[in-house]
């Protein structure tokens, strides 16, 4: 009977957890940061799957186009789109000598040259546009070609 109880159990919180990452997770956009061909998104509330991500970018390519105007292509066609978590938010890049990498300054990516729009350095995923119109996104180890 104890058994019994412990793989009930067991398969309640199995079935918590498959539907906890299978709920849809908007990915609200909360900055965006460009700089020639390359890009940085701060997104809240990103899908926590490699396909739900995936879906996320076929979901806001249209949108990150005629709202931020990214991606710009190079004049070799390339153009690379970072996304950031953004965890608890902006905060301001601690004060010290910049010229000096240290823990506080090197893991956090601030937006618009403003040192008080920052966070901490979390990628989720990396979006690369190659001149023969291909897109790449790399999503840990993993690279997934998807359709432009």
């Known amino acids: 009977m104890l058994k019994f ?3 009930l159990l067991i398969l309640v919180m199995l079935a918590v957890a498959i539907v906890y990452l299978n709920l849809p997770r908007k990915g609200e956009i909360m900055a965006v940061d460009r700089e020639l061909n390359f ?6 509330h990103f899908p926590l799957t490699d396909n739900g991500k995936v879906n ?3 979901d806001h390519k249209q949108i990150l186009k005629e709202k931020f105007s990214i991606p710009v292509p190079a004049k070799n066609g ?3 789109i970072s996304v950031w978590d953004y965890g608890d938010g902006f905060k301001a890049k ?4 910049i010229r000096v990498f240290n823990a506080d300054t090197q893991d956090m990516q601030c937006f618009n040259n403003d040192d008080s729009k920052c ?3 979390d990628l989720l995923m990396r979006i690369e546009g190659n001149k023969d119109g291909s897109v790449d996104i790399q999503v840990g ?3 997934i070609a998807v359709k432009s």
Request: aromatic share 20%; no cysteine; hydrophobic share 40%.
């Open 78 to 80: 390339d153009w690379y």
């Open 5 to 7: 109880k412990y793989l």
């Open 141 to 143: 180890d993993k690279m």
């Open 94 to 97: 601690p004060n010290g000598d």
């Open 39 to 44: 890009a940085n998104v701060a997104v809240k």
């Open 56 to 58: 996320w970018w076929q």
């Open 119 to 121: 966070i901490d350095k």
